[in-house]
């Protein structure tokens, strides 16, 4: 019993070879009853009609309200506990979904497909910003993560649904995602995965969506573990202070000198600061 959940804004072009590949791979590998739930966001291009024709639930919103908001609905409304997320646009291969699920069922929360091939590479510009909110996202966790963002994922309903007032309503939900099962001790196992070019034209704005995602990761750290902020800040004080008392050794200067101080003071007002605010995040849990 499994349930696909594939958000939509007009992806007319790829909807219904989904549907069919999603369907196609539940019977063929004995996964049925299964369904296909597509949560239309707003499409103007006929993108529920097509899905539904194929044999999809559909859920129509009526103008568009996010990635994430379109996969939190469709989670809501699925009928199976097992849950695959995936994208409309024919990137992301069904046909391995059946071995995801096999390493689904060794007890890991999560499996993810991890995205390897030159369509997952795309611009020059990308790549680094993948590479830095994965360094970010990294830190975060203290894990090694291979693929942070990935829209190809399984995992539990009834897992998923306390985290889902948390998770973020745009393109960063699986990142949103990614950080919330790390921080509270999930286990999330990787399946490299061949990533496809898409059909048709990406909904994706790269730095809109970047600050967005380094907006949440900062929340994220803030209600899962505010003392590591606190304590990035704090060193970034002491090396100030450290960088001010050398100057100060070097010119003479009595000014250097009192800076340096006053970043030492600083340094431990925001430790103290962090300690309150764990204070606090246990208080209110």
């Known amino acids: ?22 369907l196609e791979v539940a019977r063929k590998h004995g996964l049925e009853p299964a369904e296909v739930v597509v949560v239309d966001d707003g499409s103007d291009d006929g993108t529920g009609e097509m899905a539904a024709r194929q044999g999809a639930r559909v859920i129509r919103h009526p103008t568009p309200g996010g990635y994430g908001n379109a ?5 809501m409304a699925a009928s199976y506990d097992t849950i695959v997320i995936l994208d409309a646009d024919g990137t992301y291969p069904v046909e391995r979904v059946p071995e995801m699920l096999q390493r689904y069922s060794l007890g890991f929360d999560m499996v993810v497909g991890q995205r390897t091939g030159p369509h997952y590479r795309e611009s020059a510009f990308k790549s680094p910003m993948r590479a830095v909110l994965r360094m970010l996202v990294e830190f975060s966790t203290g894990q090694s993560i291979p693929d942070v963002n990935s829209g190809l994922r399984i995992f539990s309903r009834e897992t998923v649904l306390s985290y889902l007032p948390r998770l973020c309503n745009t393109f960063s939900f699986t990142t949103s995602l ?6 509270t001790g999930r286990f999330v196992d990787y399946l490299p995965i061949d990533y496809h070019s898409r059909l048709g034209q990406s909904k994706v704005r790269l730095l809109r969506d970047s600050l967005r995602t380094l907006q949440y990761i900062i929340e994220a750290i803030l209600y899962y573990n505010p003392m590591k902020i606190f304590i990035l800040m704090s060193g970034f004080c002491l090396l100030l202070s450290l960088f001010f008392i050398v100057g100060a050794l ?8 009192i ?27």
């Open 1 to 22: 019993m499994i349930s696909f959940i594939i958000p939509a804004l007009n992806e007319g072009s790829a909807i219904a070879a989904t549907v069919d590949q999603c």
């Open 71 to 75: 996969l939190k609905k469709g989670i």
């Open 178 to 183: 990614t950080l919330a099962y790390y921080m």
């Open 259 to 285: 800076l340096g101080l006053g970043n030492i003071f600083m340094a431990m007002l925001i430790f103290c600061i962090g300690l309150l605010a764990v204070q606090l995040k246990e208080l209110m849990r």
């Open 250 to 257: 070097f010119t003479k200067m009595l000014s250097f000198f």
